[in-house]
């Protein structure tokens, strides 16, 4: 469990880290656009500076599979989402994006639940599942990043006709975004199972005649234009916090249901999780 809340913490670190000099590099480069992502991508690669934050959230990405391997997919989700405290510190002190009233009683109340969520572990109590049935994660997975996809083409459309209506805010982007990383979270927790319960020769041929991996390709190839287009657009402390709490929400309903995990059975322990990962939702 500690290992857990180390690497969870860890990972919000190199997230945050890597969200903030990818930031600070977009400003730099020529106007992305989702619509033509092999250019994106070719303008993306030729930025040092991107391809620091790349490997941050690579780095991220590695201690997240840690995270998956000893905690429960609800109790993750909810250290995760604790990662909004740095990252808008660091968005006030790096990019210069100062912070309201409101986001510093954020900070507050995250750290709260950051108590309430490690008060909530403990060894050796709930399982922890390694996969899920392909069909009832199909299920959940595929309608969500088509509403994903769908939610950002509808934003995109909105965006080049700012004569006839308002255009979007970063909030449709982040809740788009989310919507796609949520469906990532799942694959990415489906893939530490792969290799927490077999040696990475036998893990590989079993991943590749499961779901897991073809969609955390697909989902990364999405989330990377996307994300990066949208982030070029709007404050990253916009962006970022919403487009995790979105993820969170949908990783712990969905991962809950696809990978039939329990919430804690002792009350105190069930309030102190649900209640941490509530306080934490609740600060957007």
């Given at each position: ?9 860890l ?8 969200f903030v000099?990818e930031?600070?590099a ?6 992305l656009s989702?619509?033509?992502?092999g ?6 690669a030729?930025?040092p ?7 941050a959230?690579a ?9 998956y ?5 609800a109790?993750?989700q ?8 740095l990252l ?6 790096v990019?210069?994006?100062?912070l ?8 507050a109340v995250?750290g709260?639940?950051?108590l309430?969520?490690?008060a909530s572990l ?5 399982p922890i599942?390694?996969?899920?049935p392909a ?15 769908w939610l950002?083409g509808t ?7 700012r004569?006839d209506?308002?255009a979007?805010t970063?909030v449709?982007y ?6 796609v ?10 893939v ?6 077999a ?6 041929p079993?991943l ?23 982030l070029q ?5 916009l962006i970022v ?5 979105v993820?969170?929400?949908f990783?712990?309903a969905a991962?809950?249901?696809?990978f039939?995990e ?6 105190l ?8 990962t509530a306080l934490?939702?609740a600060v957007?």
């Amino acid at each position: 469990m500690v290992w857990g809340v180390a690497a969870a913490l860890l990972a919000n670190v190199l997230y945050s880290t890597g969200f903030v000099l990818e930031k600070r590099a977009l400003a730099g480069l020529p106007p992305l656009s989702a619509g033509r992502p092999g250019r994106a991508v070719l303008l993306l690669a030729g930025s040092p500076l991107w391809l620091g934050g790349a490997v941050a959230l690579a780095l991220g990405f590695a201690a997240q599979l840690a995270v998956y391997r000893v905690l429960p997919i609800a109790a993750a989700q909810g250290l995760f989402v604790t990662g909004l405290v740095l990252l808008l510190l660091l968005s006030s002190v790096v990019l210069g994006e100062r912070l309201t009233a409101g986001e510093r009683r954020g900070l507050a109340v995250i750290g709260v639940a950051l108590l309430m969520m490690v008060a909530s572990l403990h060894d050796g109590t709930e399982p922890i599942a390694r996969t899920a049935p392909a069909g009832p994660l199909l299920a959940l997975c595929l309608p969500t990043l088509a509403l994903g996809l769908w939610l950002y083409g509808t934003a995109e459309r909105r965006a080049r006709r700012r004569s006839d209506r308002p255009a979007p805010t970063g909030v449709v982007y982040a809740v788009a975004i989310g919507l796609v990383y949520g469906v990532s979270s799942l694959a990415i927790k489906g893939v530490s199972g792969h290799l927490a319960t077999a040696g990475l020769g036998d893990a590989v041929p079993a991943l590749l005649v499961s779901p897991y991996p073809y969609l955390l390709l697909l989902t990364g190839a999405c989330g990377l234009v996307l994300s990066q287009t949208a982030l070029q657009r709007c404050r990253a402390s916009l962006i970022v916090p919403v487009c995790t709490t979105v993820t969170c929400v949908f990783g712990v309903a969905a991962g809950t249901v696809a990978f039939g995990e329990p919430l804690p059975q002792d009350p105190l322990r069930l309030v102190l999780c649900l209640g941490g990962t509530a306080l934490a939702l609740a600060v957007d």
